[in-house]
C-alpha cells in the first residue's frame, strides 16, 4: 500500500509540474515550467529521502532511549544541556 500511495504522489506531483506548461493549468495550480536540469534536481533530492531513511535505520535505537530519559523539552529545567542552548539563542535573537 505505501508503494501505492508513493507513487501516486510522484503521478500527481510530476502532472503539477507538467501542466506549469500550459497556460490555464499554470494559473489554476500555480505552477512555472521548469528546465530539464530543474526537473532532473527535483527527483534527485526527493529520492535521497530514501536515503536518509537507510541511513537514520543504521543508528542504533539505543542513544535515542538515551536521550528520552535525559532530554526534557516539555519543561523549563535550566540544568538540562539543549534547555540552555534554546535560552542562548533565544537571548541572542530577541
Do not use: Q, R, T
Given at each position: 500500500m505505501?508503494?501505492?500511495v508513493v507513487l501516486g504522489e510522484f503521478f500527481i506531483t510530476?502532472?503539477?509540474v507538467r501542466a506549469g506548461e500550459t497556460g490555464l493549468f499554470s494559473k489554476i495550480i500555480g505552477t512555472a515550467p521548469i528546465t530539464r536540469a530543474m526537473h532532473a534536481t527535483c527527483w534527485v533530492l526527493g529520492a535521497s529521502v530514501l536515503l536518509v531513511n537507510i541511513?537514520?535505520?543504521k543508528i542504533p535505537l539505543d542513544f535515542f532511549v538515551?536521550?528520552?530519559e535525559n532530554v526534557d523539552?516539555?519543561?523549563s529545567n535550566n540544568d538540562d544541556h539543549i534547555n540552555q542552548l534554546f535560552y542562548k539563542a533565544?537571548?541572542?535573537f530577541h
Open positions: 505505501f508503494i501505492a510530476y502532472w503539477m541511513i537514520i535505520k538515551f536521550v528520552g523539552l516539555e519543561s533565544e537571548d541572542h
